[in-house]
């Protein structure tokens, strides 16, 4: 379920929230599958249902509900709306192609890691589960270049309170599941403006990613990154060429951004 803040709340809102989020991370499910997970009875799970499925936000398939299409032009206009994907959209779709790679355009969002856009290019390693995940908000962002690219500019207990909602699992042998390992490398990171994931989230596949800010001393918007497989990007391809190649980007990005404030 969704993270749940403080505060005074509209209980039916919230309700038809958590089977929202069910059918978004679980897929299609019966009233039946609904009632493990939400307090209320068939009857009234089936009233919630049938309201969210008169907007477009539910459909029905037989005895299971999925996901409703009218999610798909909400979606859109909040992405197109944000200031981050307006500034980067076509820069992406052309790096992806010239590198060969997946390019990932991300930000933070309640501590968690949501990828507004991604482009595959022609050699893209991994492909598989760049789709199985997208569209799922990642909890374990410390081990990817993009998530260790925004962890390097929060304040440190921002850092330290998403590192203790979620932890740092391992997700393969090269995974850094050290509290004090990481912090070591983020120091790093903002030195040096980028930061790597060698194999760090799956097997076979590197990344290197670079933070979006609006100013030296601005907030941090979110992070570009491209992968690559490990096979093919070696030596001076991942110590040199894409790291050069993602800094380059995010700068033109910032650049797109800061032109759009000084002109509103």
Known sequence: MTSK??????KSIEQAGDILEYLRMEGPATIADLESV???SAG????YLATLKDYGFIEQEGTKYRIGSMFIPYGVRV???TELYSASKDIIEAVAHEVGGCVHLQKEYNNRLLILEEVYGENTAGLDLHIKKRGNLQNHIHCTAGGKSILAQLPEPKVHQILDDHGLPTQTSQTITDREQLLDELKLVRKQGYAVNDQEHMHGIRAVGAPICRDNNGEVLGAISISGS???WTGQIFNEKIPNKVK???NEIEINIHSKDRNE
């Not at 803040?5 to 509209?10: A, T, W």
């Not at 009234?44 to 009233?47: A, F, P, Y």
């Open 5 to 10: 803040s403080e505060g005074r709340k509209v």
């Open 38 to 40: 939400v307090p209320l």
């Open 44 to 47: 009234s799970i089936h009233t």
């Open 79 to 81: 992405r197109n709306s």
């Open 230 to 232: 490990a096979a093919t």
């Open 248 to 250: 380059e980007i995010s």
